[in-house]
C-alpha cells in the first residue's frame, strides 16, 4: 500500500530536542522527504534521505531511517519557537514521480 | 530566482462555477505537479504534467476536474461545476526534470473556498 503513517501532535520545550516519527508500508519507497508547513503558507523542504542511507546530518536536523521497520524520524536539535509548524513525511515510490505525504505532525514549542 | 508562484493565492466560488488555478514553475523547471490538501489532512497527489503533456493523472477526480501544461504560460488546475467538497487547498510543485531522485518545490497554495 501507499500509507505513510504520522503521530498527529508534539508538544515540546523550547530549547528540548524533538522527535517526529513516519512510518510506511511500502518497501519499493527511493526518496523519503520532511517539509514543514507553517500556518498559511506553502511547503518548505526540510531535507531528505535517500533510501540507501540510514543517517542524515544537516545543522540542527538529523534524519533517521530504518529500513527494516519502515521507520523514518527527524530529530530537532534545540527546538525554537520558529519551529511550530506542521511537518510532513513524504516518499517517492519506485518508477514513479509523485510524492506519497503523511497525515502530518503538529509541532508545538512552548517557552 | 523567484521560487513556483501561484494565483490566486484564496478564491471564492459558489456551486456551479468554475475555478481556474495558476501555477508557474521555478525559472528552467519543465515539469509540474498539483496536489490537493484537504482540511487537516496530508496532500495528496492529483496530476504530473511536462509541458503540453499529462503524465500521471492517476490522483485526478474522473470528472470536471482537468489540468494543462501549455507550451507557453502557466499549467492551469481547472475544476468545472464546484461543489462544497472541493474546498481544500491547492497546491503546485515544479522539478528541473521528473524521476524520483528530483526535489519537488511547493509554491504557497491556492486556498478555494466553496460557498
Known amino acids: 500500500g501507499e500509507d505513510v503513517e504520522q503521530s498527529l501532535f508534539l508538544s515540546v520545550r523550547e530549547g528540548d530536542s524533538s522527535v517526529i516519527n513516519c512510518t510506511y508500508t511500502?518497501?519499493?519507497?527511493?526518496?523519503l522527504y520532511w517539509y514543514k508547513q507553517e500556518p498559511g503558507a506553502g511547503l518548505q523542504l526540510l531535507t531528505y534521505i535517500f533510501s540507501n542511507m540510514d543517517m542524515k546530518q544537516d545543522q540542527r536536523l538529523t534524519v533517521l531511517l530504518n529500513k527494516k521497520d519502515k521507520h523514518l524520524s527527524l530529530r530537532i536539535a534545540d527546538t525554537q519557537t520558529g519551529d511550530s509548524a506542521i511537518y510532513f513525511c513524504a516518499r517517492t515510490i519506485y518508477n514513479t514521480d509523485k510524492l506519497i505525504f503523511g497525515t502530518g505532525t503538529r509541532l508545538q514549542v512552548f517557552p | 530566482n523567484a521560487g513556483v508562484m501561484q494565483n490566486p493565492r484564496h478564491l471564492v466560488r459558489r456551486r456551479g462555477q468554475e475555478a481556474r488555478l495558476r501555477c508557474s514553475p521555478m525559472?528552467?523547471?519543465?515539469?509540474v505537479y498539483w496536489y490537493r490538501q484537504l482540511p487537516e489532512e496530508g496532500l495528496k497527489f492529483m496530476v504530473y504534467?511536462?509541458?503540453?503533456?499529462?503524465?500521471?493523472e492517476s490522483g485526478m477526480p474522473k470528472e470536471r476536474f482537468s489540468a494543462e501544461f501549455p507550451k507557453e504560460g502557466p499549467s492551469i488546475l481547472r475544476i468545472q461545476q464546484v461543489v462544497r467538497g472541493d474546498s481544500a487547498a491547492y497546491f503546485c510543485a515544479s522539478s528541473a526534470t521528473g524521476g524520483a531522485r528530483e526535489t519537488q518545490y511547493f509554491g504557497p497554495g491556492t486556498r478555494l473556498l466553496v460557498l
Open positions: 504534467l511536462q509541458k503540453e503533456n499529462i503524465i500521471d
Open positions: 525559472k528552467g523547471h519543465s515539469h
Open positions: 511500502d518497501s519499493s519507497s527511493t526518496y
